[in-house]
């Protein structure tokens, strides 16, 4: 399974699901699940603002627990998960397709697994590859059921391609559905060196997340302006009272600054175009099929 619009404001996989059909990818064995997952709320936008929404109620991305699926909360993006998990439960292997909010390289969130880290690294692409625990605020679809086991073959890989109108992030999202395809033998060599946007780094990168600094409130800032994968040689954050908090290790940071998501530290283990709504493309609410070479 290939998943778009997670988040309604993320095109950059649509865009990749939309190549996909039209190169009239077919697969060589299994089944092909293209799903364009918050369609609604890539569809409605804000009032105030251009772009689509990233969700309607709430994040569709912290809802990955029988707990919550099965709980008696009620919303839009709760609503449209329930639809989906008979689909999600039946992938063997998912790709998730994310952008940013601010600029910043490819990341694959690999999970702590060692089967994450191997599919990453049998598809060679991208550069970096973080080990992740999961978000505080809920679990994400990549971290759902059988994915997070480590004793379960089921592998979800999450990649967050760029920032969201960024013309790269759209090439990297194609080119790492295409790598995902080809790591599970999906399509061809050659059908890769055929539709390949760009080539694979020469080496991956390791970086492993070791504790979490989680903003509070709106009047977090950073001490200076750092982009992702920037090098804090010497970092420490001060809580509310002023204490220091000081790391013993080198950290980066690894996403961009988003007031309530928080901030992630990690340990270094290495040695703009207008949005477009694709209501073509992403216009009905089920996901897509391919088996072995039919649409279904």
């Not at 309607?56 to 029988?66: A, G, P, Q, V």
């Not at 992702?228 to 220091?244: E, N, S, T």
């Not at 980066?252 to 340990?267: E, K, S, V, Y």
Request: proline fraction near 6%.
């Amino acid at each position: 399974m290939i998943s778009a619009l997670t988040h309604g404001n993320e095109i950059c996989g649509a865009h990749a699901l939309a190549f996909l059909f039209e190169a009239n990818i077919r697969p060589l064995r299994g089944r092909l699940t293209l799903l364009f997952a918050s369609v609604a709320a890539h569809a409605a936008g804000r009032p105030a603002r251009p772009e689509p929404a990233r969700y309607l109620d709430e994040d569709f991305n912290r809802l990955w627990s029988e707990s919550i699926l099965q709980g008696p909360r009620q919303s839009r993006e709760l609503a449209r998960a329930r639809a989906l998990k008979t689909v999600i439960d039946s992938a063997d292997y998912l790709l998730d397709l994310h952008s940013m909010q601010d600029p910043g390289l490819a990341l694959a969130l690999t999970g702590v697994t060692e089967k994450g880290k191997r599919l990453a690294a049998a598809m060679g692409y991208p550069e970096y590859l973080i080990a992740d625990a999961g978000h505080a605020a809920g679990p994400r679809m990549r971290d759902y059921g059988d994915f997070a086991l480590a004793e379960s073959a089921k592998t979800a890989l999450l990649i967050e391609c760029g920032q969201h109108a960024e013309p790269m992030a759209k090439e990297v999202a194609i080119e790492s559905a295409l790598r995902f395809l080809a790591a599970l033998g999906m399509i061809a060599p050659e059908t890769l060196h055929r539709l390949s946007r760009h080539g694979a780094p020469e080496r991956q990168r390791r970086i492993a997340v070791t504790a979490a600094v989680t903003v509070r409130d709106e009047s977090f800032a950073f001490a200076a302006r750092y982009l992702c994968l920037d090098i804090v040689p010497k970092a420490r954050h001060d809580d509310r009272k002023g204490r220091r908090a000081a790391r013993p290790h080198p950290l980066r940071r690894l996403r961009p600054r988003d007031a309530g998501r928080g901030a992630a530290a990690g340990r270094d283990r290495r040695s703009p175009r207008p949005f477009s709504r694709l209501s073509r493309t992403a216009g009905g609410q089920g996901p897509c099929h391919a088996r072995g070479g039919a649409a279904t």
